[in-house]
Antibody, heavy 121, light 107 residues
């Protein structure tokens, strides 16, 4: 069974840092592009970042460029999001998701349960 | 960036109703359009990809249509478990994989 489990969220002060992890099981992340998507309380989904299978390509939303860094450890089957210079507007539930391209279209077919990041003093 | 706009933002309906949600892209995205269902406190779940292809295990009362810049999600006969928020997402020119603002379907 495919599973994604995020961890590492919590309360952090503005300007602080946090590292989120997403542990995968039931499949090997080395074969997939992986994504982070966030959702502020009561708001819609916002795409944050993605990384290709060998970590040679990363993309970011403009709002997080230079502050959030996506990475992966295929040997540990784990995706990461290093967050720094955090702002109140980064407060959200952060989801990791797997991208499936086997059909020729791009869709996020499996999602983790999310981890809440709260940026507040 | 491509902008995605859903309508309506919220919708009240009853069990057994037929409902349609619309998603419009700011430019043509061919059929690179996905639909997700999200229940309160839960992760999104992929319902439809490529505008009209049902993900495995999704009931056939769900259907998607459209191409270019206008897309619809239709639920033919609402069931109690269908009351949720629905999100569209484009995957045409990436990044970013932009989402619509969501449509909350309420009883």
């Amino acid at each position: 069974e495919v599973q994604l489990v995020e961890s590492g969220g919590g309360l952090v002060q503005p300007g602080g840092s946090l590292r989120l992890s997403c542990a995968a099981s039931g499949f090997s992340i080395s074969s997939y592009w992986m994504h982070w998507v966030r959702q502020a309380p009561g708001k819609g989904l916002v795409w944050v970042s993605r990384i290709n299978s060998d970590a040679s390509i990363t993309n970011y939303a403009d709002s997080v460029k230079g502050r959030l860094t996506i990475s992966r450890d295929n040997a540990k089957n784990t995706l990461y999001l290093q967050m720094s210079s955090l702002r109140a507007e980064d407060t959200a539930v952060y989801y990791c998701a797997r991208e499936d391209y086997s059909s020729g279209w791009y869709e996020l077919d499996y999602w983790g349960q999310g981890t809440l990041v709260t940026v507040s003093s | 960036d491509i902008q995605m706009t859903q309508s309506p933002s919220s919708l009240s309906a009853s069990v057994g109703d037929r409902v349609t949600i619309t998603c419009r892209a700011s430019q043509s995205i061919s059929n690179f359009l996905n639909w997700y269902q999200q229940k309160p406190g839960k992760a999104p779940k992929l319902l439809i990809y490529a505008a009209s292809v049902l993900q495995g295990g999704v009931p056939s009362r769900f259907s998607g249509s459209g191409s270019g810049a206008v897309f619809t999600l239709t639920i033919s006969s609402l069931q109690p478990e269908d009351f949720a928020t629905y999100h569209c997402q484009q995957s045409y020119r990436t990044p970013p994989f932009t989402f619509g603002q969501g449509t909350k379907l309420e009883i």
